[in-house]
C-alpha cells in the first residue's frame, strides 16, 4: 500500500485481564508512532503485539482508574519509557488503590499509578501528526475521560458507551444520570457516523446507539 493510500492511524485491540478489556494500540501510520491505550495488564501480550505491528510506543494513556484498564500502566511505562497521560484527576483514589483492587479478584502485582500528567475537558493529546481531543465524561467514574478524533471519526470510549448499553454505575462513586447527561450532551453530537470502540465488547456507531441503545431512549 502507497504512503497516499495508507489509513493515517492505524488500531489495534489486545484482549486483557480476565475481563476481556479492550487495551488499544492507536498508531499513526507515518510515524509509527504508537499510543497505548488503557494497559489494564497481560503486558507480555501488550508488548508482543507492539512488536508485531512494528510501532515504536510513545505514551499510555488511560481513559479511567479501574484496574482493568489502568493495572499494567506503571509496570509499562517503566519498561518503555514513557509517559502516563490521562485520566481526569477526579480517579486519582482509583490509581492510588489499583493494589488492593486487584487483589479483590486475586490479580497480584499491579502497581499505583501516578499519571505524568492529568486530563480534563478540552485539552489535547496527540500520536505522531494525530491529534485527539478530550471529553470528561463521569458516572462510570468520577475521572473518565474519553479521546475523540474528529477528522478520522473515531471515538475511543472506555466504558463510558458500548454497543448497546452503557457502563456500570453502581459503584459508591458511580452515577448514571450523570453518565447518561454525558453521553448524550459530550458523546452523541460528535456525529451518527462517529465509529467508537468501547472499553469491552465490539465496536459501533454513535449513530446506532443514538437509535437503539435503550439506556438512551427519551
Same mark, same amino acid.
Given at each position: 500500500m502507497s504512503d497516499q493510500t495508507k489509513p493515517p492511524l492505524g488500531i489495534a485491540v489486545v484482549p486483557v485481564t480476565p475481563f476481556q478489556q479492550n487495551c488499544s494500540i492507536v498508531w499513526c501510520t507515518r510515524t509509527m508512532q504508537a499510543a497505548i491505550v488503557d494497559p489494564g495488564g497481560d503486558l507480555p501480550?501488550?508488548?508482543?503485539? /507492539?512488536?508485531?505491528i512494528g510501532v515504536t510506543g510513545a505514551a499510555i494513556w488511560l481513559t479511567h482508574g479501574h484496574f482493568d484498564h489502568a493495572g499494567g500502566a506503571s509496570e509499562l511505562a517503566e519498561t518503555l519509557g514513557l509517559p502516563i497521560i490521562g485520566p481526569h484527576e477526579a480517579d486519582r483514589f482509583l490509581l492510588d488503590d489499583l493494589p488492593a483492587s486487584g487483589m479483590r479478584f486475586d490479580i497480584r502485582g499491579m502497581r499505583p499509578v501516578t499519571p505524568t500528567r492529568w486530563l480534563a475537558e478540552g485539552d489535547e493529546v496527540a500520536i505522531g501528526d494525530i491529534? *485527539?481531543?478530550v471529553q470528561h465524561v463521569p458516572g462510570h467514574t468520577p475521572g473518565h475521560v474519553t479521546f475523540f478524533q474528529k477528522d478520522l471519526r *473515531? /471515538? /475511543?470510549a472506555g466504558d463510558t458507551l458500548f454497543a448497546g448499553s452503557v457502563g456500570r454505575t453502581d459503584f459508591p462513586y458511580g452515577s448514571h444520570d450523570q453518565l447518561i447527561a454525558g453521553i448524550r450532551t459530550k458523546l452523541l453530537p460528535l456525529g451518527d457516523d462517529v465509529q467508537f470502540l468501547p472499553g469491552h465488547g465490539p465496536a459501533g456507531t454513535l449513530g446506532e446507539e443514538r437509535l437503539n441503545n435503550q439506556f438512551l431512549a427519551g
Open positions: 501480550l501488550i508488548m508482543g503485539a /507492539l512488536k508485531e491529534r *485527539f481531543s *473515531f /471515538l /475511543l
